[in-house]
């Protein structure tokens, strides 16, 4: 029986076209899931799956997040612009007019602003009450200050209309204020300021202060309490949304030089939380400098716009730090002393007298210092 030519053609053909796809079936199945030497379907794994056949399988590799930008922080302590009872210091832009060189230098400089800034109210029933112009929010601004915190024992010296007129005085400055609000809530909430594209988030408490100047969910007023389990829960969730946290504590003792295990223990819980550095204020002179974990704490920074009281009053510092993605690096401080009501950068035997200060209680904190010129280094052991 003889075939056509044709018949035979289409057959090859047919049979080729099988053979084909039978191919081309096996390719893609071995591409998507590999078999095993056992003839078992191998687990597939990322550089298997990154082939043409799957082009999107590479995008879902977890890349490791971008480093956070470097960032520089200086901080001082209290500012009033007045002595108790309202006497006036002087022009505020005059009172900084030496140390504003020094604070425009970082990318973010933070105060403790211990005092109303208002010519209204009525003077609270308490030993000494301050009360500051509102033009002082505007000097500020142009001495470099970024952010204050207003959550101490003073920022209600004259009432609720007062501290009214300083945080619209400060708005306008474009000064951030930290630490007090129209509510609790308010005035528990970060503040974040925005450098670099990096967040930088800063909260504020007050341990010591009239149980009244408080905020409550109706009235306005600081951030004091004494619930530092709250506390802490604010800077745990402040810390994971923000690339940085920056906690001022209004806490310890006046005219101690140590501070009290009460603050060492806080200041080191709230680094364990989450905050990169720790700011102290309150006790009018200057308290060490502490490394913990990847964090800092500046237990005091002193006075540094003030009516001093005593000569230990006087001395103060302008402490510089860097945040970086490794933790706070690069920790420095120049010494300052308040001459009538004005600080001013000093340098010889008056300035290295300052830092000596800084050292003995920085080096009781266990953090290695060293002294050059008119500059105080502080770093981990």
């Given at each position: 029986?003889r075939i056509?030519?044709?018949s035979v053609t289409?057959v090859?053909i047919?049979?080729?076209v099988?053979a084909?796809?039978?191919?081309?079936?096996?390719?893609?199945?071995?591409?998507?899931?590999?078999?095993?030497?056992?003839?078992?379907?191998a687990?597939l794994?990322?550089?298997?799956?990154?082939?043409?056949?799957?082009?999107?399988?590479?995008?879902?590799?977890?890349?490791?997040?971008?480093p956070?930008?470097?960032?520089?922080i200086?901080?001082?302590?209290?500012?009033?612009?007045?002595?108790?009872?309202?006497?006036?210091?002087?022009t505020?832009?005059?009172l900084?007019?030496?140390?504003?060189?020094t604070?425009?230098?970082?990318?973010?400089?933070?105060?403790?602003?211990?005092?109303p800034?208002?010519?209204r109210g009525?003077?609270?029933?308490?030993?000494?009450?301050?009360?500051?112009?509102?033009?002082?929010?505007?000097a500020?601004?142009?001495a470099?200050?970024d952010?204050v915190?207003?959550?101490n024992?003073?920022?209600?010296?004259?009432?609720?209309?007062?501290?009214?007129?300083t945080?619209s005085?400060l708005?306008?400055a474009?000064?951030?204020?930290?630490?007090g609000g129209k509510n609790?809530?308010?005035a528990?909430?970060?503040?974040?300021i925005?450098?670099?594209?990096?967040?930088v988030?800063?909260?504020a408490?007050?341990?010591?202060t009239?149980?009244?100047?408080?905020?409550?969910?109706?009235?306005?007023g600081c951030?004091?309490?004494?619930d530092f389990a709250?506390?802490k829960k604010?800077?745990?969730?402040?810390?994971k949304?923000?690339?940085?946290?920056?906690?001022?504590?209004?806490?310890g003792?006046?005219s101690q030089y140590?501070?009290?295990a009460?603050?060492?223990?806080?200041?080191r819980?709230?680094?364990?939380?989450?905050?990169?550095?720790?700011l102290g204020?309150?006790p009018?002179?200057?308290?060490?400098?502490?490394?913990?974990k990847k964090?800092?704490?500046?237990?005091?920074?002193?006075?540094?716009?003030f009516?001093?009281g005593s000569?230990?009053?006087?001395?103060?510092?302008?402490l510089t730090?860097?945040?970086?993605?490794?933790?706070?690096?690069?920790v420095s401080?120049?010494p300052?002393?308040?001459?009538g009501?004005?600080?001013?950068?000093k340098?010889?035997t008056?300035?290295k007298?300052i830092?000596n200060?800084?050292?003995?209680?920085?080096?009781?904190?266990?953090t290695?210092?060293?002294i050059k010129g008119?500059t105080?280094?502080?770093k981990k052991?």
């Open positions: 029986m056509r030519a044709t289409s090859v047919a049979l080729a099988v084909l796809s039978t191919a081309s079936c096996s390719k893609g199945a071995s591409a998507s899931k590999p078999a095993s030497s056992s003839g078992e379907e687990p794994v990322a550089s298997q799956a990154a082939d043409a056949n799957n082009p999107d399988a590479a995008a879902t590799k977890e890349l490791p997040p971008a956070r930008p470097d960032l520089t200086t901080a001082v302590g209290d500012l009033t612009f007045s002595r108790s009872g309202g006497a006036s210091f002087g505020p832009k005059k900084l007019s030496n140390v504003k060189a604070l425009k230098k970082a990318d973010i400089t933070y105060g403790n602003l211990e005092t800034l208002s010519a009525k003077a609270a029933d308490k030993t000494f009450t301050f009360r500051g112009p509102k033009s002082a929010a505007a500020m601004a142009s470099g200050f952010i915190s207003v959550s024992n003073h920022s209600l010296d004259y009432g609720r209309s007062a501290f009214a007129d945080r005085a708005k306008k474009k000064v951030a204020a930290v630490g609790k809530k308010e528990w909430k970060p503040v974040v925005k450098r670099k594209k990096a967040t988030a800063f909260l408490f007050s341990e010591i009239p149980a009244n100047f408080a905020a409550t969910s109706t009235k306005s951030s004091y309490t004494q709250a506390v604010a800077v745990k969730a402040a810390a949304k923000y690339d940085y946290l920056i906690v001022g504590m209004h806490w003792i006046e140590a501070p009290t009460h603050q060492v223990k806080e200041g819980a709230l680094i364990k939380a989450g905050a990169a550095a720790v204020s309150h009018h002179v200057l308290q060490g400098v502490e490394f913990y964090g800092l704490i500046a237990y005091s920074m002193g006075n540094f716009v009516s001093p000569a230990k009053g006087r001395d103060s510092a302008i730090l860097k945040l970086t993605d490794k933790g706070v690096t690069e401080a120049k300052v002393k308040i001459e009501f004005t600080p001013k950068v340098s010889g008056a300035g007298r830092l200060i800084l050292k003995k209680g920085s080096k009781a904190r266990g290695k210092v060293s008119n105080i280094t502080f052991k």
